[in-house]
Nanobody, 123 residues
């Protein structure tokens, strides 16, 4: 079983950057595809990005393509989400999740979730 803890959220002005971290314990992230999700106030959960287990293939939601970059450091058992050119509509709680599949886009549910970190983009 893996436990996930997110960090790196905060308040940032439009156009600014943040780097979120998803640190794992209890198991190595090598075994999991990792996804980032967000939920804005009054809206449903939205997939933001994911990174596959072995080959590092990535996926991005249309609203963040070209601005966000997901990466993983298996030595540190951590996945990162670099967020650049942030917009007010990026505001929300960002949560990372893990699933035991090779591809992060496989039709298998994420079964381990973190608690989330708040990102607020506002002037």
């Amino acid at each position: 079983q893996v436990q996930l803890v997110e960090s790196g959220g905060g308040l940032v002005q439009p156009g600014g950057s943040l780097r979120l971290s998803c640190a794992a314990s209890g198991s190595t992230l090598d075994y999991y595809g990792i996804g980032w999700f967000r939920q804005a106030p009054g809206k449903g959960r939205e997939g933001v990005s994911c990174i596959s287990r072995s080959d590092g293939n990535t996926w991005y939601g249309e609203s963040v393509k070209g601005r966000f970059t997901i990466s993983r450091d298996n030595a540190k058992n951590t996945v990162y989400l670099q967020m650049n050119s942030l917009k007010p509509e990026d505001t929300g709680i960002y949560v990372c999740a893990a699933k035991p599949s090779v591809s992060c886009t496989a039709n298998i549910p994420y079964n381990y979730w973190g608690q989330g970190t708040q990102v607020t983009v506002s002037s």
